[in-house]
Antibody
């Protein structure tokens, strides 16, 4: 079964750090780009970060650039998000999602994890 | 940067009716557009990719159309379980992922 399972969320004080993990199974992890997408309480979806299958291409939303770092370990079929200097407005459910862009067709974010909740509060 | 604008913000319909949700891009995105359904407490689910292709397991009641700047998601024969928020999404070189603000569909 194709699956993504996030972990690592929790309560952290402003200015603190947290590392999220996303464990992949059931597919050839290294062949897919991966994303972190977040959703603040009662709000819409916000893309956070992207990493290519070989880790040679990474992007960040302006709202997290310089504070968050995306990485992956293809040997462990795992995706990570290191979050530093956390702010109140980083409070959200964080989803990892699989992404496939073909030569001429975009296949969408076809597999999502269940999400892990990050709460930034003093 | 492409901005996606969805309309209406909220749509209230009855079972058996047809829903038409719109997504307009601020510049042409060809057919690089996907649609997602999200129910409370759940992760989004991919419905449509490449503007009109149904994802695996999605019933033919869900139809995506459009290219360039104007796109629609049509849901025929509405069922109570179709109540959800629907998002459109574009894939690009930068930013890689852009979402619309969502349309809340209520079936009652």
């Amino acid at each position: 079964e194709v699956q993504l399972v996030e972990s690592g969320g929790g309560l952290v004080q402003p200015g603190g750090s947290l590392r999220l993990s996303c464990a992949a199974s059931g597919f050839t992890f290294r062949t897919y780009g991966m994303n972190w997408v977040r959703q603040a309480p009662g709000k819409g979806l916000e893309w956070v970060s992207y990493i290519s299958g070989s880790s040679n291409n990474m992007h960040y939303a302006d709202s997290v650039k310089g504070r968050f770092t995306i990485s992956r370990d293809n040997a462990k079929n795992s995706l990570y998000l290191q979050m530093n200097s956390l702010r109140d407005d980083d409070t959200a459910v964080y989803f990892c999602a699989r992404d496939l862009m073909g030569p001429t067709i975009y296949y969408g974010l076809d597999v999502w994890g269940q999400g892990t909740t990050v709460t930034v509060s003093s | 940067e492409v901005v996606l604008t969805q309309s209406p913000a909220t749509l209230s319909l009855s079972p058996g009716q047809r829903a038409t949700l719109a997504c307009r891009a601020s510049q042409s995105v060809s057919t690089s557009l996907a649609w997602y359904q999200q129910k409370p407490g759940q992760a989004p689910r991919l419905l449509i990719y490449d503007a009109s292709a149904r994802a695996t397991g999605i019933p033919p009641r869900f139809t995506g159309r459009g290219s360039g700047t104007d796109f629609t998601l049509t849901i025929n024969s509405l069922e109570p379980e179709d109540s959800a928020v629907y998002y459109c999404q574009h894939r690009s070189s930068w930013p890689p992922i852009t979402f619309g603000q969502g349309t809340r569909l209520q079936i009652k």
